[in-house]
């Protein structure tokens, strides 16, 4: 991008370079250049760089990218980093920032404009009353507040609203279904404008155009419709999971007391086998009077537990498990019949016999009939596995609490396996219906194109042969290196092949010593310098579309901040603050929303970026490496996604806070629950960052790693690099693409071919997995769980894991083979680390629990706290530019060098409890009025 200046805009800089490079000129001079000259230079740069200037054709091109853009995700950040990668991809200068700003705006706006007009094209009038009923009648609006609330738990209460609440939209969602896939709008834009209905008051929702207000009731409708689904399911699976653990328990629990019981009793039984060889005992002792002296020793009843002990026959934990099943029967029957018979389960065909004994169950449970009264040979017998036949069927028939459950424990499997799928989902619809569609695939060059994606429009062969070369260069390098004793990490042990490598500690950076020496200040303060310089407040729109903002709503904005952020709660911050409650909950009900704290975190975040010692912090030049990693909080109250995790948590229940954090800033945040594979979210959380720091590498610890990341994040253009612990203990981390015979003499051999055949025969469809995530057509997570897991195994699966073993062993030999990259990694690790650590600091109250009673409220704290930290970040980074500024200018560069290395990541010079004055004139505390007071109070 080129810029046109004055003299008097860039004399400092004109300054700097007399001074560094002409010390003898005596007089000032002029740097005025005339536009003709100007453009000479500029095509002499062009030229140079192989660029070309942003023509008004090109330009035209811009609009028709931002068109296809905008129907992917209309998010201005998102479009605009789209729309300059476009340009860099072919060279071109980037326009100017007015432009580009005025050009997403039309994109976004036509974009509304053309889904609104063919919806109310599309939208039948009887539906149309339907909604201006919720939007204008009293008891449409309740309606909708009811809606809109989440489910705190899995209860039976709880859940018997949640089907009522979805039985309340069927009629609206069933127009839905008909009207939006015509629209050609992404599952993305659905949930963006469904959002709307949560983030606007109703009021909001009254008095904006009406053609938007149905497209955000609508796209609210099938979203929540949909969302109310995935809740049953995860109420289903919960409720499964609970009742299996619980009968392995008891069964364990009962072996083990059968056990011990029978371990008292060998003693007696030993007295019985003594009668036996009992001299004094006379010949002719009838067998009836010795089992009644045995029976006296040990009584009757314990016979078998202690001769089942002695004979060392295995107690049958299976038997004991399935019977207590029976006992859980009225449980399991409350909890998990209303879900089942409330939700259409749907198989692929070599799940047959699964969905009929299943149609069987709801057929009969919708009729209320008794399972148990029903003919034994009416049950298809098919689903039950040949070894637990024993333990259900019996000689006289089926036993029905059995076969319930089995249904049920069948159909947790298969969902979690995506072997069994609901239609009306969101993360358990078929995974053919997370893809593009068929008939859109037919464009799928275009497709391809649009994405820009190098290793998707490259032909398979070209794409596998550069891979194959580049994987057995470095297995003969790496291996070469290691003989030849110049990778001095690599320990080899006594043996054949025996290797370790050795670790490094990279230090801890939280809090560095040079904090020490600044002084106090308020967090209200830091948070009031950050906003004057970065101007966050500007993202709090007002949900009633007002602009204006007076320096009241500042301060009772930045106070429901602090109050969330520091976990101290608005009622609290009224008690504590010159902001009253009212105040407090008026701005947070119409300005403080997860949309509107994302916008505010990324402006902090881009405004960091321009800080000077920002570079510094790209661990490696040019290059900014990111991390990822789950914090856990216990959750105060019970929430749909709050989890037990005894690890953690012990007795109660909690969350993970999942942060990407690049050059010590925290860009972005997810909540999920505590059980959550944090590998399910790595893409999601790096592809979706709105903010203006992109990451090159991105790094997590072992649980960020699946069987596909590699893969996908090496298509989407980052380089994924975890930590691992333990290389040499694992067999399946390095592949080659000969058989293992060939690397005979290798100390880090491959564990086997790779299946080169099997990728070129899916690659069609790994191409079309990879648009449909990059189209935003599909939950990332959802799929990217499906396609990671070992539950089952296609082979368009298998193809992608292949893939992902290419990618994989590359990175794993590179990491093996250089300190600096472990290195970095590290660091970049103990950058989150260090996050986690100003974050614990700032949601200090209360121990840091979340307080509050809905997955929403909880993202609404977490960036809430993530914008104090941003704010501490930012406030610590400017401090140190100016000081790195300052020692550059008087080349102190031993200083400069020492500033580029601490970390912007420190609280102890930040106040965040509260001030205190106690030289200020005090009254004596009055114990007798006080006591008084209560007095009259109990």
Same mark, same amino acid.
């Not at 992917?72 to 340009?87: A, G, M, S, T, V």
């Not at 003594?274 to 009077?289: G, H, I, P, T």
């Not at 009969?364 to 333990?391: C, D, H, M, T």
């Given at each position: 991008m080129f810029f046109t200046f004055r003299q008097g805009e860039i004399q400092e800089d004109v300054s700097y370079i007399v001074k560094t490079y002409f010390l003898n000129l005596e007089q000032?001079?002029?740097?005025?250049?005339?536009?003709?000259?100007?453009?000479?230079?500029?095509d002499m740069i062009l030229c140079l760089l192989g660029y070309k200037i942003c023509t008004q054709d090109i330009k035209s091109e811009l609009k028709n990218k931002a068109d296809q853009i905008v129907r992917?995700?209309?998010?201005?950040?998102?479009?605009?980093?789209?729309?300059?990668?476009?340009?860099?991809?072919?060279?071109?200068?980037? !326009?100017?920032?007015? %432009?580009?700003?005025?050009?997403?705006?039309?994109?976004?706006?036509?974009?509304? &404009?053309?889904?609104?007009?063919?919806?109310?094209?599309?939208?039948?009038?009887? *539906?149309?009353?339907?909604?201006?009923?919720?939007?204008?009648?009293?008891?449409?609006?309740?309606?909708?507040?009811?809606?809109?609330?989440?489910?705190?738990?899995?209860?039976?209460?709880?859940?018997?609203?949640?089907?009522?609440?979805?039985?309340?939209?069927?009629?609206?969602?069933?127009?839905?279904?008909?009207?939006? !896939?015509?629209?050609? #709008?992404?599952?993305?834009?659905?949930?963006?404008?469904?959002?709307?209905?949560?983030?606007?008051?109703?009021?909001?929702?009254?008095?904006i155009k009406r053609d938007d207000s149905y497209l955000y009731l609508i796209c609210f409708i099938f979203h929540r419709y949909?969302?109310?689904?995935?809740?049953?399911?995860?109420? %289903?699976?919960?409720?499964?999971?609970?009742?299996?653990?619980?009968?392995?328990?008891?069964?364990?629990?009962?072996?083990?007391?059968?056990?011990?019981?029978?371990?008292?009793?060998?003693?007696?039984?030993?007295?019985?086998?003594?009668?036996?060889?009992?001299?004094?005992?006379?010949?002719?002792?009838?067998?009836?009077?010795?089992?009644?002296?045995?029976?006296?020793?040990?009584?009757?009843?314990?016979?078998?537990?202690?001769?089942?002990? #002695?004979?060392?026959?295995?107690?049958?934990?299976?038997?004991?498990?399935?019977?207590?099943?029976?006992r859980l029967a009225n449980t399991f029957?409350?909890?998990?019949?209303?879900?089942?018979?409330? #939700?259409?389960?749907?198989?692929?065909?070599?799940?047959?016999?699964? *969905?009929?004994?299943?149609?069987?169950?709801?057929?009969?449970?919708?009729?209320?009939?008794?399972?148990?009264?029903?003919?034994?040979?009416?049950?298809?017998?098919?689903?039950? !596995?040949?070894?637990?036949?024993?333990?259900?069927? @019996?000689?006289?028939?089926?036993?029905?609490?059995?076969?319930?459950?089995l249904i049920y424990r069948h159909l947790r499997s298969c969902l979690q396996a995506g072997d069994v799928f609901v239609d009306d989902s969101l993360n358990y619809r078929s995974f053919e219906e997370e893809l593009i569609d068929l008939e859109k695939w037919k464009q799928k060059d275009e497709l391809i194109r649009r994405l820009e994606f190098p290793y998707l429009s490259d032909p398979v062969d070209l794409v596998l042969a550069s891979f194959e070369e580049e994987l057995e260069y470095k297995l003969k390098t790496v291996n070469e290196r290691i003989k030849s004793r110049l990778n001095p990490h690599i320990k080899i042990g006594k043996g054949k092949n025996i290797w370790k490598l050795s670790r490094e500690k990279i230090e801890d950076e939280t809090n560095h010593s040079f904090y020490g020496e600044l002084p106090q200040v308020s967090i209200s303060d830091v948070l009031h310098f950050t906003n004057e310089h970065c101007q966050f407040i500007n993202a709090f729109n007002h949900s009633l579309g007002k602009t204006s903002r007076s320096r009241a709503e500042y301060n009772s904005i930045s106070a429901s901040i602090l109050a969330q952020g520091l976990n101290i709660g608005l009622t609290k911050m009224d008690e504590i603050s010159d902001i009253n409650y009212s105040e407090l909950s008026s701005a947070t009900s119409n300005f403080i929303r997860a949309e509107t704290l994302k916008s505010a975190n990324d402006l902090v975040s881009n405004r960091i970026t321009s800080l000077p010692i920002f570079e510094h912090y790209n661990i490696k030049n040019d290059i900014i490496h990111s991390s990822s990693d789950g914090q856990k909080f216990e959750t105060q109250f019970n929430t749909i996604n709050s989890r037990f995790s005894p690890k953690y948590f012990g007795l109660k229940k909690g969350i993970s806070a999942y942060t990407l954090v690049a050059n010590h800033v925290p860009i972005n945040a997810k909540i999920f629950g505590a059980n959550a594979h944090e590998s399910h979210y790595v893409f999601d959380i790096i592809y979706n960052n709105t903010s203006g720091i992109d990451p090159d590498v991105h790094s997590t610890d072992t649980h960020g790693t699946n069987e596909v990341n590699f893969a996908i994040l090496h298509i989407f253009g980052y380089l994924f690099a975890p930590r691992y612990n333990d290389l040499a203990g694992r067999q399946n981390m390095i592949y080659g693409f000969n058989n293992p015979s060939f690397y005979e003499d290798y100390i880090l051999k491959p564990v086997r071919k790779i299946d080169i055949q099997l990728i070129k025969d899916e690659w069609e469809n790994i191409l079309r997995i990879m648009v449909s995530l990059g189209q935003k057509s599909t939950t990332q997570a959802a799929i990217i769980r499906r396609l990671s897991s070992y539950e089952r195994v296609n082979k368009t699966k298998r193809a992608l894991w292949e893939y992902d073993n290419i990618i994989k062993s590359m990175y794993v030999l590179d990491?093996?083979? @250089?300190?600096?990259?472990?290195?970095?990694?590290?660091?970049?690790?103990?950058?989150?680390?260090?996050?986690?650590?100003?974050?614990?600091?700032?949601?200090?109250?209360?121990?840091?629990? %979340?307080?509050?009673?809905?997955?929403?409220?909880?993202?609404?704290?977490?960036?809430?706290?993530?914008?104090?930290?941003?704010?501490?970040? %930012?406030?610590?980074?400017? &401090?140190l530019s100016e000081l790195l500024k300052q020692k550059e200018y008087s080349k102190s560069y031993d200083e400069a060098n020492i500033i580029k290395k601490i970390s912007p990541v420190a609280w102890r010079h930040i106040n965040l409890y509260g001030h205190y004055e106690l030289r200020r004139e005090r009254n004596s505390i009055n114990i007798d009025e006080m006591i008084n007071t209560l007095g009259k109070v109990l």
């Open positions: 000032a001079i002029s740097v005025e250049v005339s536009k003709p000259t100007r453009l000479i230079h500029q992917i995700f209309n998010r201005p950040i998102y479009i605009f980093r789209e729309l300059i990668n476009y340009l860099e991809g072919r060279r071109i200068v980037i !326009p100017g920032y007015t %432009f580009l700003q005025d050009l997403i705006g039309e994109a976004i706006s036509n974009e509304s &404009i053309r889904l609104t007009s063919l919806l109310v094209q599309g939208l039948p009038n009887t *539906i149309k009353d339907v909604l201006n009923e919720l939007l204008i009648s009293d008891d449409g609006l309740s309606r909708l507040a009811q809606l809109r609330k989440e489910p705190k738990d899995f209860s039976h209460k709880v859940i018997t609203e949640e089907i009522q609440k979805r039985e309340s939209i069927r009629p609206l969602y069933d127009i839905t279904i008909k009207t939006l !896939p015509t629209c050609d #709008i992404s599952n993305e834009n659905i949930r963006q404008y469904a959002n709307m209905v949560g983030y606007y008051s109703t009021t909001r929702l009254r008095r949909q969302k109310i689904n995935d809740d049953l399911i995860n109420a %289903f699976i919960y409720h499964v999971n609970k009742y299996i653990n619980e009968a392995k328990a008891s069964a364990k629990d009962q072996v083990y007391e059968y056990k011990t019981e029978a371990n008292r009793y060998l003693k007696d039984a030993a007295r019985v086998l003594q009668l036996f060889v009992d001299e004094n005992m006379a010949e002719d002792v009838s067998f009836s009077r010795v089992k009644e002296m045995a029976f006296e020793m040990l009584a009757k009843e314990k016979f078998p537990v202690v001769s089942q002990y #002695i004979s060392k026959m295995q107690f049958d934990e299976i038997e004991y498990e399935w019977n207590h099943y029976v029957k409350r909890n998990l019949r209303q879900i089942f018979l409330n #939700i259409d389960f749907r198989g692929h065909s070599s799940n047959y016999t699964l *969905i009929q004994a299943a149609s069987f169950l709801k057929e009969v449970l919708s009729k209320k009939n008794i399972l148990g009264r029903i003919k034994p040979e009416s049950f298809p017998q098919a689903i039950i !596995p040949e070894k637990l036949k024993r333990y259900i069927c @019996s000689e006289t028939g089926i036993n029905a609490d059995k076969y319930e459950f990491y093996i083979d @250089s300190l600096e990259l472990r290195q970095n990694v590290q660091k970049a690790l103990n950058r989150g680390e260090a996050y986690h650590k100003l974050r614990r600091a700032i949601s200090y109250a209360h121990f840091g629990k %979340f307080r509050v009673k809905s997955e929403s409220e909880q993202q609404v704290w977490n960036d809430c706290s993530r914008l104090i930290a941003n704010s501490i970040i %930012f406030y610590n980074a400017y &401090i």
